[in-house]
Antibody, heavy 121, light 106 residues
Framework: EVQLVESGGGLVHPGGSLRLSCAAS????????MTWVRQAPGKGPEWVAN????????YYLESVKGRFTISRDNAENSLYLQMNSLGPEDTAIYYC??????????????WGQGALVTVSS | DIQLTQSPSFLSASVGDRVIITCRAG??????LAWYQQKPGKAPNLLIY???TLQSGVPSRFSGSASGTEFTLTISSLRPEDFATYYC?????????FGGGTKVEI
């Protein structure tokens, strides 16, 4: 069974930085698009960023562009999210997910358990 | 950005009921829509993709359909484990936004 395990969450002051990691196992990590999705307390999920299998094609939610950077290390089977200039609005559980692809249709087929990021003074 | 409007936001139902949840896209997205179920404290779980294709392992009481920009998730006979919040997500274009959710309560 596919496993995705996030780490690196925690409490950070406004304006601070944090780097999330997602360790992938039990599938060929380097063959899949990966994504980060966040969910603020009591709210619905919000897509944050996508990265292609080679790491050279990335897409971001407008509100995180220039502050967040998605990256991956296929040799280490790991996905990352570098988050800078954090604000209270970034407080959320951050999930990594594997993007499924079938006949051109995408979907988020496997999710990690999530990492909580709290931005507060 | 393509907005997704789910209705209703809350739904009270009983075991055995037929439940229909609607997701309306702000513009045409073809069949590039997925449905997820989320239970408290857990990550969302994929139910349906490509508007009507059932994910492997998902019970057949769940089904999806599409008509233009309106998509529906149907639970044919509600079971106790189906009480949860349901979200749609479009993948036609970036950003792949989620709908606001429908909470199915007893």
């Amino acid at each position: 069974e596919v496993q995705l395990v996030e780490s690196g969450g925690g409490l950070v002051h406004p304006g601070g930085s944090l780097r999330l990691s997602c360790a992938a196992s039990r599938f060929t990590f380097g063959s899949y698009w990966m994504t980060w999705v966040r969910q603020a307390p009591g709210k619905g999920p919000e897509w944050v960023a996508n990265i292609n299998p080679y790491g050279n094609e990335k897409y971001y939610l407008e509100s995180v562009k220039g502050r967040f950077t998605i990256s991956r290390d296929n040799a280490e089977n790991s996905l990352y999210l570098q988050m800078n200039s954090l604000g209270p609005e970034d407080t959320a559980i951050y999930y990594c997910a594997r993007v499924g692809l079938y006949r051109g249709y995408s979907y988020l087929e496997y999710w990690g358990q999530g990492a909580l990021v709290t931005v507060s003074s | 950005d393509i907005q997704l409007t789910q209705s209703p936001s809350f739904l009270s139902a009983s075991v055995g009921d037929r439940v229909i949840i609607t997701c309306r896209a702000g513009q045409g997205i073809g069949n590039f829509l997925a449905w997820y179920q989320q239970k408290p404290g857990k990550a969302p779980n994929l139910l349906i993709y490509a508007a009507s294709t059932l994910q492997s392992g998902v019970p057949s009481r769940f089904s999806g359909s599409a008509s233009g920009t309106e998509f529906t998730l149907t639970i044919s006979s509600l079971r106790p484990e189906d009480f949860a919040t349901y979200y749609c997500q479009q993948f036609n274009s970036y950003p792949p936004l989620f709908g606001g959710g429908t909470k199915v309560e007893i």
